[in-house]
Antibody, heavy 115, light 114 residues
Framework: EVQLIQSGGGLIQPGGSLRLSCSGY????????MTWLRQAPGKGLEWLSV???????YYSDSVKGRFTISRDNSKNTLHLQMNNLRPEDTAVYYC?????????WGHGTMVTVSS | DIVMTQSPVSLAVSLGERATINCKSS????????????LAWYQQKSGQPPKLLIY???TRESGVPDRFSGSGSGTDFTLTISSLQAEDVAVYFC??????????FGRGTKVEIK
């Protein structure tokens, strides 16, 4: 079965850092555009970042300069390094393959930014 | 950026009845090069990630029941559930993938049983 398994997340104080991971099973993350999205409690879906197959990266204005997307091909894993976290970053974070559209999703991981 | 506007915000439909959700984009998502609409629909049940239902505005993803259908072109789109089942209770989102690399979603429509 094709799956994206997420890890990381949790409770972090404002200004802190976290790294999220997304490991592919039955899917090679380097072969697809890989994306991070998030969903604040009771809200809609927000696109955050994409890592394209050629290594190009793009970010939404809301996270540019604070978040970094990367992948470790040897571990078939996508990462999202999140720095200088703010309370408004509190959300469930999802990874997904972007094959226009998003067809494989991780299960999501909760990030809570609070003192 | 393209803005996606969904309506209604919520919808209560009797079992077996039709549910219709609308989605309007602020600019056309129809490509003149391939005549395809870069529009998808997702279903999100409580506590779960979104699930792809429809892409290219009207193509059902593998395994999606045929009671789900998508229509429309350019800027106006519709998701129809022809005969609502109890397992269809969810929030439905439209999404454009025309203007890369960023993607934009509608705010969602909550479908409930009347």
């Amino acid at each position: 079965e094709v799956q994206l398994i997420q890890s990381g997340g949790g409770l972090i104080q404002p200004g802190g850092s976290l790294r999220l991971s997304c490991s592919g099973y039955g899917v090679t993350v380097s072969s697809y555009y890989m994306t991070w999205l998030r969903q604040a409690p009771g809200k809609g879906l927000e696109w955050l970042s994409v890592l394209q197959t050629g290594g190009e990266t793009y970010y939404s204005d809301s996270v540019k300069g604070r978040f970094t997307i990367s992948r470790d091909n040897s571990k078939n894993t996508l990462h999202l390094q999140m720095n200088n976290l703010r309370p408004e970053d509190t959300a469930v974070y999802y990874c997904a393959t972007d094959r226009s559209p998003f067809d494989i999703w991780g299960h999501g991981t909760m990030v809570t930014v609070s003192s | 950026d393209i803005v996606m506007t969904q309506s209604p915000v919520s919808l209560a439909v009797s079992l077996g009845e039709r549910a219709t959700i609308n989605c309007k984009s602020s600019q056309s998502v129809l490509s003149s090069s391939n005549n395809k609409n870069y529009l998808a629909w997702y279903q999100q049940k409580s506590g779960q990630p979104p699930k792809l239902l429809i892409y290219w505005a009207s193509t059902r993803e593998s395994g999606v029941p045929d009671r789900f259908s998508g229509s429309g072109s350019g800027t106006d789109f519709t998701l129809t559930i022809s005969s609502l089942q109890a397992e269809d209770v969810a929030v439905y989102f439209c999404q454009e993938y025309y203007s890369g690399p960023q993607r934009t979603f509608g705010r969602g429509t909550k479908v409930e049983i009347k």
